[in-house]
């Protein structure tokens, strides 16, 4: 299994790498679960090339792979004006135009960080409705920390939630494996939802 981690943190250290680390880890699954970041700041100018020219470049074009192969991934950006970075944004833009189905089926965990609570809803109200428009299968728990959330109660217990979730979707639940040529077979929404409830 392969998980992948879209970072948008522009900073060094990044409390958006962070989360997203943080995130990785609890997520688990096999012992021989790949995982592999993407650092979108290192292709920020690789993504303006490709709104110009129509070509991703190699590194851009090796994270399209990463993440078109991924069985299962987590995105997290930071907050700019209310909603997810322009990078994030940009990134995936520029994926959907290589691959309008890349994103089909697949479980995304979402997350963001931002400077106050305030802007949580970010969650719900952005990220959420892009990840649908791509038909991804977005995992119900979004994790979003604001500073304050940082060592406080809550947040390990919200990182939990959604690494289990998305575990559960990457184990099968998701996008099947089909011979090249076809296409994905996406399990419904509301099937990976009951798969995901307690039993009893």
């Known amino acids: 299994m392969k998980l992948v981690?879209?970072?948008?943190?522009?900073?060094?250290?990044?409390?958006?790498?962070l989360l997203a680390d943080r995130l990785?880890?609890?997520?688990?699954?096999p012992a021989s679960a790949e995982v592999q970041v993407v650092e979108l700041r290192d292709l920020a100018v690789e993504i303006a090339h490709n709104f110009t020219n129509g070509f991703p470049g190699r590194a851009l074009s090796a994270a399209f792979d990463a993440v078109t192969q991924a069985d299962g991934l987590i995105v997290v950006t930071p907050v700019f004006s209310a909603s997810y970075?322009?990078?994030f944004k940009s990134f995936f833009d520029t994926l959907s135009v290589?691959?309008?189905?890349?994103?089909?089926?697949?479980?995304?965990?979402?997350?963001?960080?931002?400077?106050?609570?305030?802007?949580?809803?970010?969650?719900?109200?952005?990220?959420?409705?892009l990840f649908s428009y791509l038909k991804a299968v977005v995992v119900p728990t979004g994790v979003y920390a604001a500073s304050e959330d940082w060592g406080a109660e809550g947040l390990d217990g919200r990182i939990q939630r959604a690494a289990g979730e998305l575990t559960a979707l990457m184990?099968?639940?998701?996008?099947?494996?089909?011979?090249?040529?076809?296409?994905?077979?996406?399990v419904p929404f509301e099937q990976q939802l009951a798969a995901l409830r307690p039993a009893g």
């Open 5 to 17: 981690v879209v970072s948008a943190g522009l900073s060094v250290p990044s409390s958006t790498r």
């Open 24 to 29: 990785a880890a609890a997520t688990g699954g």
């Open 85 to 87: 970075s322009g990078l």
């Open 98 to 129: 290589s691959d309008p189905d890349a994103l089909a089926g697949k479980p995304v965990l979402i997350a963001a960080t931002g400077g106050t609570a305030r802007h949580s809803l970010v969650l719900d109200h952005a990220l959420r409705p």
């Open 171 to 186: 184990r099968g639940l998701s996008t099947a494996t089909k011979p090249a040529g076809r296409e994905p077979e996406v």
